[in-house]
């Protein structure tokens, strides 16, 4: 039973594409995704974790191979991060691969980054005698596929580490560069561009903006352009506002960002967005306190896709040491 590390691959991409619809779903659990290959290592199967408290994605794979009849046939198990060995909510998910399966070989993407864990269901499945491998640690694995499971567990990583939650902010710029919108418009972005904006909602446990984008445009902050979770923990929106110029109750006032966000850390959010206006987006930036950035520039040509630039804030760590 060699490695063919192509297959591998495609298990593990298809793990983190199965993963990713459960984002914000799950927290402050990390979304998981596993896939099932037979002796061929070809994919039996693929599930996910889909809430807390509810079934890990290791359990949700064995649970669904059983449903299939196919759970003898299950050689290897791909998983996006090394399978738990502590009781949480629900049993070890290397116990339940040691007790309920045949499984030979466990491939998970990267080590759980909790000191207290991490590496500590990797030694559980290989006493169990099962061979074990970090796909983040193996020479041959793929550096895009390594990077799209890198950012499926970046928030939680990230939350785990600071405490806080990993911030995405959006940034919508007409064609003028400005991101107010004409008068009597909410947005000028094109369908595409509002589908990436509502995937990017329903992926966060919160939303943070500024009293001037609430007085301007009254928003709902809603997901409607996909379909949004179906039992997801319900989502929080933040109206920075000092002056207290926000009397619509929907939102929960805040008074400064770090706070806030140290406040959603705590209640285990683990994913916020910021969707603000033009001062507030400024004063983040300035600040350093953000992970990502989604810049969605309206394209120059009707019809044309608007462009969409994604960036990593290198710098966090040194902006956040400033503020502590
Ligand atoms: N294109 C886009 O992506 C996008 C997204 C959202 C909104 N918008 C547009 O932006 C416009 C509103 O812009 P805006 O600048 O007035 O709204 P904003 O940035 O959403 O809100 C600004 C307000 O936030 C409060 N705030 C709290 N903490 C702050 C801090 N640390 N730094 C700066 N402000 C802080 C301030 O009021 P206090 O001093 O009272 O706290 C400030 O007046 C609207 O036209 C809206 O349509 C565009």
Request: glycine share 8%; charged share 25%.
């Given at each position: 039973m060699s490695l063919n590390f192509t297959k591998i691959n495609l298990a593990m991409n298809a793990a983190v594409e199965?993963?990713?619809?459960?984002?914000?779903?799950?927290?402050?659990?990390?979304?998981?995704?596993?896939?099932?290959?037979?002796?061929?290592?070809?994919?039996?199967?693929v599930?996910?974790?889909?809430?807390?408290?509810?079934?890990?994605?290791?359990?949700?794979?064995?649970?669904?191979?059983?449903?299939?009849?196919?759970?003898?046939?299950c050689v290897t198990m791909v998983v996006t991060l090394e399978p738990c060995s502590h009781h949480g909510k629900t049993p070890p998910c290397a116990d339940a691969l040691e007790e309920q399966t045949q499984i030979k070989r466990v491939i998970y993407g990267q080590k759980d980054c909790n000191p207290l864990v991490g590496g500590k269901g990797h030694a559980k499945l290989v006493e169990a005698g099962k061979e074990v491998v970090c796909y983040e640690e193996s020479p041959a694995r793929d550096l895009e596929v390594l990077e799209s499971v890198v950012r499926l567990n970046a928030p939680f990583f990230h939350w785990v580490r600071t405490g806080l939650p990993f911030v995405i902010v959006k940034v919508a710029l007409n064609r003028e560069g400005s991101m107010i919108p004409a008068a009597g418009q909410k947005t000028f972005t094109s369908n595409d561009s509002l589908v990436i904006a509502h995937i990017l909602r329903r992926e966060s446990g919160a939303i943070i903006t500024g009293s001037g984008t609430v007085l301007a445009d009254q928003p709902e902050f809603t997901v409607r352009h996909v379909p949004d979770h179906e039992d997801a923990p319900s989502?929080?929106?933040?109206?920075?506002?000092?002056?207290?110029?926000?009397?619509?109750?929907?939102?929960?006032?805040?008074?400064?960002?770090?706070?806030?966000?140290k406040r959603l850390g705590k209640?285990?959010?683990?994913?916020?967005?910021?969707?603000a206006g033009v001062s507030l987006t400024q004063a983040v930036f300035a600040l350093g306190i953000w992970n990502e950035s989604v810049i969605i520039r309206q394209a120059i040509i009707n019809g044309e896709p608007d462009q969409i630039e994604i960036k990593t804030n290198v710098c966090f760590q040194e902006s956040l040491n400033k503020q502590l």
């Open positions: 199965c993963a990713r619809q459960y984002v914000g779903a799950t927290s402050p659990n990390p979304a998981v995704g596993a896939a099932a290959l037979d002796h061929e290592g070809e994919i039996i199967a599930a996910a974790h889909k809430h807390a408290g509810k079934l890990h994605a290791e359990r949700e794979l064995i649970e669904l191979l059983t449903e299939m009849g196919r759970l003898s046939d989502r929080e929106l933040v109206v920075l506002d000092r002056r207290g110029r926000v009397p619509d109750p929907k939102y929960r006032v805040g008074h400064d960002y770090l706070t806030e966000l209640q285990g959010v683990t994913q916020v967005l910021v969707e």
